[in-house]
């Protein structure tokens, strides 16, 4: 017999009302009316976003990282478990009824990833938290967007707040030289990758895993480091709707 869901919590928001629900002991997700956003049970996309982007800065001396959107907080545990003990992670979340089940429900799923001395946690709008950065703060060695649906064409065009072409000037001037921008994707976007381009980034593609949802991952890279190679169009795969989330 298949078990029910139940709502640990929820709360009301412009989008709709948000829910923590849970099925058993393995399966957990965030929806928003009626809206999967986020899906404990497949999240090896978001978990390789991290280890990807981090790995590629752990060598520095004290990387700092900024995360946006914590969702069920499996960016941020994989994220620390490919850092070095002197690395920071900034994780700006909007919803602030996130950041408590992150504290509360959703703790033990992550091995209590938000208690970790290197993280500090804001609640705001990440595109400020670049902005702010770019205009003169310390530059971040990697910068992850693990936002639902990620960078979409036309309705997240040009002028998007986060993945449009004064964006990511914006992204390319809060991070240190090779620094990494990292980007969660639903779907691959011919589009936001001649913008990467036009911002200076050197970048590839990548789909993690195999068989089920596959996700679009761009890992970016800032002038003055290593370049990465770029990747050649190829067709469109066709790629199912997101079930999954950080």
Not at 150 to 174: E, I, N, S, V, W
Not at 186 to 205: K, P, T, V
């Amino acid at each position: 017999m298949t078990r029910q869901w139940q709502t640990l919590a929820s709360a009301e928001t412009p989008e709709g009302r948000l829910e923590l629900r849970r099925r058993g002991a393995a399966e957990t997700v965030i929806t928003v009316g009626g809206r999967v956003l986020m899906n404990g049970a497949a999240h090896r996309s978001e978990t390789a976003l991290a280890e990807l982007a981090c790995r590629a800065i752990a060598t520095r001396p004290r990387p700092r990282v900024l995360l946006g959107g914590l969702g069920l907080g499996y960016t941020l545990r994989a994220a620390l478990d490919s850092l070095p003990r002197a690395a920071s992670v900034t994780v700006v979340e909007i919803e602030p009824v996130i950041v408590a089940w992150g504290r509360g429900p959703l703790a033990e799923l992550t091995g209590r990833a938000m208690e970790d001395r290197r993280v500090a946690i804001e609640i705001g709008d990440v595109a400020a938290a670049i902005a702010g950065a770019a205009a003169g703060g310390a530059g971040f060695d990697a910068i992850l967007l693990d936002l639902y649906e990620g960078p979409r064409t036309p309705a997240q065009g040009r002028d998007d707040p986060l993945y449009g072409r004064a964006a990511l000037a914006r992204a390319r001037a809060a991070l240190t030289p090779g620094g990494v921008l990292a980007v969660w994707s639903e779907d691959r976007d011919d589009a936001f990758e001649a913008r990467l381009a036009a911002a200076g980034f050197s970048w590839e593609r990548r789909r993690p895993g195999r068989g089920g949802p596959r996700h679009t991952l761009y890992l970016a890279t800032a002038p003055g480091g290593r370049r990465t190679r770029r990747v050649r169009a190829t067709p469109r795969p066709t790629i199912r709707a997101r079930a999954s989330g950080a």
